[in-house]
């Protein structure tokens, strides 16, 4: 009798914990924000972790679509966030640092027969230079007129923001990126991305100041939270993540969680 009291009160304990540990883990649940770079399948030793093989970005989008992953425009995201809604289990934004034309060359036809939206960042000086094999503008607008692609600002030059910057170029960098891509584009212009994923409380207060409603930083660590739509956390997808096994580790949603607890120790 007193055994089998046992083995209920055991079996309550068990259940409570795995319901507790449930809970806590959804707690730590973070929206997969993907971070690429480049996408090609030339070497190019100056970024060559950041290069992505086309034919690896295609497996990774065929991995998204053929496990009924959720792919939002980043906006989605950052009003789930800001209406703080609960967010859908698989939902994952994908974005584009820097607007290299392989983005238009290699990764637009992919984005479009999965029909995923992605959000590409581009440093508005560099735009349609060869020497740095970036995207042109009649490019730009044909992936806008897509509806699947839209712009955001990486800044004029890339700078990196550091205590350095004058205030007054910092507010050119981010005002002035918007109004020429604003005026380019002919539409408004809601996302911003930090220059090397880097950013302070200054330089996060002019991207609010001038108007944007989401900054996309990558991954400033456990100090920061999970939820600013003013300094979103992401994912770099690089040639590391080939291997489909950590992708899928990366896009669990708790990747970010994984590696804060590493990084502490
Ligand atoms: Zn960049």
Redesign the pocket.
């Known amino acids: 009798m007193l055994k089998r009291r046992r083995l209920v009160f055991l079996g309550i304990v068990f259940l409570i914990g795995i319901f507790l540990s449930a809970a806590f883990l959804r707690s730590r649940y973070n929206v997969p924000i993907l971070m690429y770079?480049s996408i090609s399948p030339k070497p190019n030793s100056s970024i060559e972790l950041l290069i992505v093989k086309p034919e690896i970005f295609r497996r990774q989008m065929r991995f998204l679509k053929k496990h009924h992953y959720n792919v939002v425009p980043l906006s989605s995201v950052a009003d789930l966030i800001r209406d703080n809604k609960k967010i859908p289990p698989r939902t994952i934004a994908i974005t584009f640092?820097?607007g290299y034309k392989d983005n238009y060359t290699y990764a637009f036809p992919i984005l479009k027969e999965y029909n995923f939206p992605a959000t590409v960042?581009v440093?508005i000086n560099e735009i349609g230079r060869p020497a740095q094999d970036r995207i042109s503008w009649d490019e730009i607008a044909l992936m806008q007129e897509s509806g699947l692609v839209t712009f955001g600002s990486?800044t004029l030059t890339?700078p990196y923001f550091s205590k350095e910057v004058s205030p007054g170029s910092l507010k050119k960098e981010i005002r002035d990126s918007k109004k020429i891509l604003e005026k380019k584009l002919g539409r408004k212009v809601d996302s911003f991305?930090y220059?090397?994923g880097r950013f302070d409380s200054r330089s996060r207060q002019e991207v609010i100041d001038a108007g944007y409603r989401l900054a996309v930083a990558s991954n400033p660590g456990k100090a920061f939270s999970d939820r600013d739509v003013f300094a979103l956390k992401r994912l770099r997808i690089s040639r590391n993540c080939s291997n489909l096994f950590i992708f899928w580790v990366e896009t669990s949603g708790y990747y970010n969680f994984i590696r804060e607890l590493k990084r502490k120790k």
């Open positions: 770079h640092d820097d960042f440093i990486h890339h991305a220059p090397v």
